[in-house]
């Protein structure tokens, strides 16, 4: 890792999330350590630092790093909580969760996504992760309740089984629910069987694929989506 991604990161923080309401200090923190570039195909690690989302393969993309920012910080994060990502993608917003909570369960729809998020937080020494493969729209009830879940899909509406899997004391759930073309960011805390909704930022995702999302497009095959898992 060299200083000229150091710098890039530094001037990431300061003129894309600092300015723009982001104060958690330590996701401001674990934002100029985790190397962004690292999570991106070679022929775009040039643009890892901009104010964009970038393709990443499978028709999906790395968030840009405000939605990145954002999204943790409405989970508040103190350090010894079990979180839920669904959706692994490129794996940059789970490292981003390791180093905020205790230990981070992330589920991927699609295997190659998967295996390669394992192979990138690997090599960054990453330990406290499960990566499992499967329908992130019915979570993952075994490890179930979870402190925090955040979801970086979007789904036509709240999907039933992560608010149950959310803990009943104070446990937070974001998510973007909307169509394909239009969403809102969604948190989601629950105290009992009593779920508070509050609706924030306007966003745009690419759809949560499952049972509860939507129907996988007809060009992508779901014969290889087996209930598989790899722990780094």
Known sequence: ??????????????????????????????????????????????????????PIGENQTISQPYIVALMTQMLHLKGDEHVLEIGTGSGYQ??????????????EYYPRLAGRAARVLDQLGVENVEIHVGDGSQGLPDMAPYDAILVTAAAPALPGPLRSQLDPNGGRLVIPVGSQQDQYLERVIRWDNTWKIEQTERVRFVPLVGRFGFQLPSNVCSSDQNDQSAEV
């Open 1 to 54: 890792m060299g200083d000229k991604w150091k710098l890039s990161r530094s001037r990431m923080v300061a003129t894309q999330l600092a300015v723009r309401g982001i104060h958690d200090q330590r996701l401001l923190a674990a934002m100029r350590h985790i190397p962004r570039h690292q999570f991106v195909p070679r022929e775009v690690q040039h643009l890892a630092y901009t104010d964009q989302p970038l």
């Open 94 to 107: 789970t490292a981003i969760l390791c180093q905020l909570a205790a230990r981070v369960y992330t589920l």
